[in-house]
């Protein structure tokens, strides 16, 4: 399973940004799709997490802000972040869970949130 993040950039302080993550390869049905991100000097830290059923699961201080969702004929998680402050600032990256067991990761893509 490959997995590939899109959407990323620059963008100002209360703006927003929807990522992306495509899970391509084959013989595989993912159960659990989640964000993660990793901010300058700390450690990766789960945003949210859904399900193949579309059961999303936020961490308390992105509820509200952030709603992901995702796709399932495309193998895609989408992460719609509104609102975003400087320290929204991070490598985001997602994560597959597969049915048969083992987890993906994406490579990250890079958000930056500054004026």
């Known amino acids: 399973v490959q997995l590939q993040a899109y959407g990323g950039g620059l963008v100002q302080p209360g703006g927003f940004l929807t990522l992306s993550c495509v899970a391509s390869?084959?013989?595989?049905?993912?159960?659990?799709m989640g964000w993660y991100r990793q901010a300058p000097g700390k450690q990766r830290e789960l945003v949210a997490r859904?399900?193949?059923?579309?059961?999303?699961g936020y961490v308390n201080s992105f509820q509200g802000r952030f709603t992901i969702s995702r796709d399932n004929a495309k193998n895609t998680v989408y992460l719609q972040m509104n609102r975003l402050k400087p320290e929204d600032t991070a490598l985001y990256y997602c994560?597959?869970?597969?049915?048969?067991?083992?987890?993906?990761w994406g490579k990250g893509t890079l958000v930056t949130v500054s004026s």
């Open positions: 994560k597959a869970e597969v049915e048969s067991g083992g987890d993906y």
């Open positions: 859904i399900t193949r059923a579309g059961s999303a």
């Open positions: 390869g084959s013989g595989f049905s993912i159960d659990v």
